[in-house]
Each structure stands twice: as structure tokens, then as C-alpha cells.
């Protein structure tokens, strides 16, 4: 009750909660009176939504999994599903068995994109699956780079759908003018692939009927993510692939409920399904929710942490979530949370972020699983379809609660009469009601009752007949070349997940590429130069601190290097964020080798 309100963070993460159960935080948060509450689902993703909404009106993928199969092309751009999304291999296999070509652009080549083995079926899992058909080994950032090359191309040959950009898009002239005037050499530089190696890529997707391109956050956890998703953007709208089937945009989700995470209004700078933070807005809420939502933009989970560490939060609610290690720079996040008067811990599993020492309070609020919630739950997939999955009986743990009750009852805690009338409800099917009525494009939610109920919003394809934007139309975006200058003797250094699921570490070594969590990828051409074999031990450092792994030789671009995620987060900077609020999970480091020598590139 002291606490200011706008000193009051909330964050939401993505382990199997269920929309009703976001739905409710977030309802909560605002009832308390703070707009600064996020989800995992933007620190994966905010990038892709900000440059969808921006460019095509949805900040969600236009196509299905389905269309996968029978597409001429889909091109993979900082994603690997083989070890992120298994499940959707399924349909990769299927897509191959129709001929489809694959292309992967990525600076590693991921052994788990080269071939895979998909459990689901049969011939594959016994005899494996060639899934890419071509690598295009790009620096890492130089996505843009290589899409304006690219596009450069398509306009030279005559490979863009004119009748498509003119009838349905905006700012074409602006785009064209300044691929065109890009020099070769800049693209070559900035993409770290040659004139002819783009061309390559350009002459399959410009003659391609349909093409769909996936991205995760190889292209979204960067300080210009939302620029690389509107370069992808650029591509696609060059030659009019979005709004048929086989066509499309889609960015990746990792995990099963993210995507109804943030249309469930857990964001900062947006209420239920991206209905910005307004007074209008709060106005119209505020008819069906009982109470005024506060009006003013809140901080997204990277901006909360920092102005923990400057003393600006007091209080923060984490539900589920694992910040002092999954976050850059973790000593300053444990400053941060050091630094909090409250921190309540809402989980169903015990995390280090817990045990930070806290300025006061710390409480722990045990949770139940969404399998045991009261009236079941939904969540929402990539392909924007909403599955009701039921209550499974069975004994429960005293001291649990629902996900979604934990927050309402602090609320009628805190103040009864006003709660109850805005928090009626008696288990998840109340909710569904009232999202029904709040949000319609997830009208149908309350019908769905049995295991396997399920809905698609907007249907298999969005953008049929017009993008979603005020003007009904496509918008090319401008975007520059981004000035990442790597000082003589240094890398580039990204993140990688191995055998994991967020920061829970299930193997010691990634079964698809081979690595130990302390191992650091580094290409041929690097090791030899530095006098270096596989399995030697070098410090990783730079001025925020060092890791200590050893050499790994493999497929990876000259000048980039590759380590695991959480545990490489000690040389990732904090405050370097996209627009959105997304850290930028890269680094420059340089390489100590033997006798801890610095041995960097020449």
C-alpha cells in the first residue's frame, strides 16, 4: 500500500502460463495503478512486433505452419528450430516431401539445419532428414546488409512484383532509391558475403512463386532488431509474399504461451491485444474492467532492472522468471534486485533470483501448474491459434494456488470493495468470458471447453486483401546500414542455447552440435591464426568481465565466436537495448590464449 505506484514493476515470463493467467496480472498491475509490466514474450520478440505493427498493422505471424508445406522457399534467418522449435520439424519434413527448398541464413551452420532427425516420423527419425538446401553465412549483423543486397539484385534483374508494390504498399520510390545508391562494396563489407554469393540467394527467392521467411532471436536481440525485421519486411513486400498461401512472415515463438502474452495486455505500452496505452483507451477499458487504467507508458523488464540499480523501483512481482541469470551484465542485476524493498516470487520451482539478499522483503508465493488451474486454461501459438487445454484432477499442493488467483486475491486484499466488483470471477472460464468481451479478436475464447478446442484468429492467412495498417497498405522501411566497428584484435561474440530450456541447463553437452557449455566456438581461419587447436583453454574478456572456456573449432563466420546463454552473459552489456526495450545479447571481446597471452586477430 505505501509503495508509489510508478516505483512498482511487474513482470510476467512465458513457463506455461496460460492467457487467463496474464490476463489477470496485468488486469492486477493496473488495477494497483502501474503500466510498468512485461513479458518474456517481448524480450524474444518486441523487435518483431514494433516493425510488423509499424510496416503491416500485426505483430504476428500472417501465415501457418501449414503453408510450409508446398511453399517454393522458406528461409530461416536467425532461428533454428532443430533446437528451439523440434515440433515444427514436423512440418519441415512434410515441406521437403513436397519439394520445397530451404535456405538458412545465419553465421553458424547449424548441424541441426543441416540434417535432422524428427521423432514424429518414422523414416525420419531412423534415417534423418536434409533439411537446408543452401547456407548463407552472414557476419553476425549483417542481416541488413545482406537483405539490401539482396533487394539491390531483384531491382537490377527485374525480379520485384511491380503490380504488387503498386497497388498495395507505400514508400517503395524511398527504399529503391537508397538500395540502388549502396555501394557493392558496403554490402559485401557489411554482410561479410560477396556480390555473387547474394546474387545466388536473389536469383532462387526472386524466381520463387512463394516464399515464407521465419526469424527468431538471432535477428531480434540485437540493438537494431527492429530494423532487421523490417528489412525482412522490405524483402518480403518486394515481391509481394504475404496475404497467399505458401507466403508470409513469421517470427518464431519458443515457447507454447508467449504469443497470448502480450495480446493479453502484459506489456508496458499497451493494454489488451496492442490497444495503445491511452486515456481514450484507459476510458473504454475502464467500462467493462470497473476502474481507470493508468494512462502513461511503463518500462519495459530491461528498463525496470535498470532503474532498480539506480534506485527508482521499490517493488517488483516476478512470475516465473529468472532475471539474475538469464539478463546481461548479471552483477548489476543483482545489484538491481539487492536493491529492491519488496520482491515477490511467484513460481512453481525455486531459482537463484529468489535468493538474492533484498533490501527488506522477500516473498515467495507457491504456484500450481496450469494443468491444475481451476476450469482449465488456453494459450496461444505461433500460428496465432488459441488451444483449450482442461483441468487434469488429482491431489494438489495445499499451499498453491491458481497463477491467475494469486494476484486477485492481493488485490481484494488490498482493497476489498473496489476488487470484488472488478474481480469476480470464480475460475479461468469467468475470465475467458471477460476477455471475450475485451478483446474480440479473441472472441470464441469462451466456447472452447474440451481438450483440443481451439481457434485461429484471422485464419490461416492475414493480410489477404489489405495489411491491417490506418492506410490498408505494406510500408517499405528506409533502413541503414548498421555501424558496428570491430576493433583490430577483437570478435564479435553471440549467444547460443545447447540442451536447455530457458536457464535450466538439461545436458552438459548440446547433443546436435557437440558442444560443452564452456565451449567457444571459433572458426578455422581464427584458430589457426592465433595457434590454436580444439580444446585449448582461452579467456574470453572484455571491459565488463571475462569467461574462462576453451576453443571449439567449427562452421562458424571469421571474426564471430559463439558461446552458451546464461553463461556468457558476463560480457554482455546491459544498458544496450533496441527502441523496443530488447537487450542486444552481442558483444566485442578479445581472445587470451595460452599463458593467458591476448592472441585477438590481426
Given amino acids: 500500500r505505501g509503495t508509489d505506484s510508478r516505483r512498482l514493476g511487474w513482470y510476467i515470463t512465458s513457463r506455461g502460463l496460460t492467457n487467463e493467467a496474464y490476463y489477470a496480472h496485468q488486469k492486477v498491475a493496473r488495477f494497483i495503478g ?6 518474456s ?18 505483430a504476428a505471424t500472417t501465415c501457418s505452419y501449414s503453408d510450409w508445406i508446398g511453399a517454393d522457399l522458406i528461409v530461416f534467418v536467425g532461428s533454428n528450430v532443430a533446437n528451439n522449435q523440434p515440433v515444427a520439424t514436423k512440418y519441415l519434413f512434410y515441406a521437403k516431401q513436397a519439394g520445397t527448398k530451404v535456405f538458412v541464413v545465419n553465421p553458424y551452420l547449424e548441424p541441426g539445419m543441416e540434417r535432422y532427425w524428427v521423432p514424429s516420423v518414422t523414416e525420419s527419425a531412423l534415417c534423418g532428414t536434409r533439411i537446408a538446401d543452401d547456407f548463407f553465412q552472414i ?23 511491380n503490380d504488387f508494390i503498386d497497388r498495395r504498399t507505400a514508400g517503395w520510390s524511398e527504399l529503391k532509391s537508397r538500395v540502388v545508391s549502396l555501394s557493392w562494396a558496403d554490402l559485401e563489407r557489411g554482410s561479410g558475403l560477396s556480390r555473387s554469393e547474394m546474387f545466388r540467394f536473389a536469383e532462387a527467392f526472386g524466381k520463387a512463386r512463394h516464399a515464407i521467411v521465419v526469424w527468431s532471436m538471432g ?20 515481391k509481394g509474399n504475404i496475404g497467399r498461401e505458401h507466403t508470409g512472415l513469421m517470427p518464431i515463438r519458443g515457447h507454447s504461451g508467449v504469443q497470448g502474452g502480450a495480446e493479453m495486455g502484459a506489456q508496458p505500452g499497451a493494454y489488451v491485444m496492442g490497444s495503445a496505452v491511452t486515456e481514450e483507451n484507459a476510458k473504454k477499458l475502464a467500462e467493462i474492467w470497473g476502474f481507470e487504467a493508468p494512462a502513461w507508458k511503463g518500462l519495459s523488464a530491461a528498463h525496470m532492472v535498470l532503474a532498480a540499480e539506480r534506485g527508482e523501483i521499490d517493488a517488483l512481482w516476478q512470475t516465473g522468471g529468472n ?43 507457491p504456484s500450481r501448474t496450469r494443468y491444475e488451474q481451476r476450469g482449465g486454461g488456453t494459450e496461444t501459438s505461433t500460428e496465432r491459434r488459441t488451444i483449450y487445454s482442461p483441468e487434469i484432477p488429482g491431489p494438489r499442493i495445499a499451499e498453491t494456488k491458481d497463477e491467475w488467483e494469486i494476484p486477485v486475491l492481493v488485490a481484494r486484499a488490498l482493497d ?13 472460464q469467468d475470465i475467458r468470458e471477460e476477455i471475450d468481451r475485451v478483446c474480440p479478436t479473441y472472441r470464441g475464447i469462451s466456447g472452447l471447453r474440451k481438450k483440443g478446442d481451439n481457434f485461429q484468429y484471422g485464419g490461416p492467412t492475414l493480410l489477404v486483401d489489405r495489411c491491417l495498417t490506418p492506410d490498408g497498405k505494406g510500408h517499405f522501411s528506409v533502413v541503414e546500414l548498421p555501424e558496428d566497428h570491430v576493433p583490430p584484435g577483437r570478435f564479435l561474440l553471440s549467444t547460443r542455447r545447447g540442451k536447455q530450456f530457458n536457464s535450466i541447463v ?29 580444446g585449448d583453454a582461452i579467456l574470453v574478456r572484455n571491459e565488463l568481465g571475462e569467461f574462462r572456456g576453451r576453443v571449439r573449432i567449427d562452421r562458424i563466420k571469421p571474426g564471430c565466436l559463439q558461446a552458451h546463454w546464461p553463461e556468457i552473459n558476463v560480457l554482455i552489456p546491459a544498458g544496450r537495448l533496441d527502441p523496443s526495450g530488447v537487450p542486444d545479447y552481442n558483444a566485442t571481446v578479445e581472445v587470451v590464449g595460452a599463458g593467458w597471452e591476448c592472441v585477438g586477430r590481426d
Fill in 506 to 534: 538439461h545436458a552438459e553437452r548440446d547433443p546436435l552440435t557437440g558442444a560443452g557449455r564452456g565451449d567457444v566456438l571459433m572458426s578455422a581461419e581464427d584458430a589457426g591464426r592465433l595457434g590454436l587447436r580444439s
Fill in 219 to 238: 535477428i531480434t536481440q540485437h540493438r537494431y532488431g527492429s530494423d532487421n525485421v523490417r528489412a525482412i519486411v522490405n524483402l518480403q513486400l518486394c
Fill in 323 to 365: 532475471f539474475k541469470q538469464t539478463l546481461p551484465e548479471p552483477e548489476l542485476v543483482d545489484r538491481a534486485l539487492g536493491n529492491l524493498k519488496l520482491r515477490i516470487h511467484q513460481d512453481i520451482v525455486v531459482n537463484p533470483t529468489m535468493l538474492v539478499d533484498p533490501a527488506d522483503t522477500v516473498v515467495l508465493l
Fill in 139 to 161: 557476419h553476425l549483423g549483417g542481416d541488413i546488409a545482406f537483405f539490401h543486397g539482396v533487394i539491390k539484385h531483384l531491382i537490377e534483374n527485374g525480379w520485384v512484383d
Fill in 416 to 428: 476489498g470493495q473496489r476488487a470484488e466488483a472488478s474481480f469476480p470471477w470464480k475460475d479461468t
Fill in 34 to 39: 502501474t503500466n510498468h509490466v512485461d513479458t
Fill in 41 to 58: 514474450a517481448r524480450i524474444c520478440h518486441a523487435p518483431s512486433t514494433a516493425a510488423l505493427s509499424a510496416t503491416v498493422g500485426c
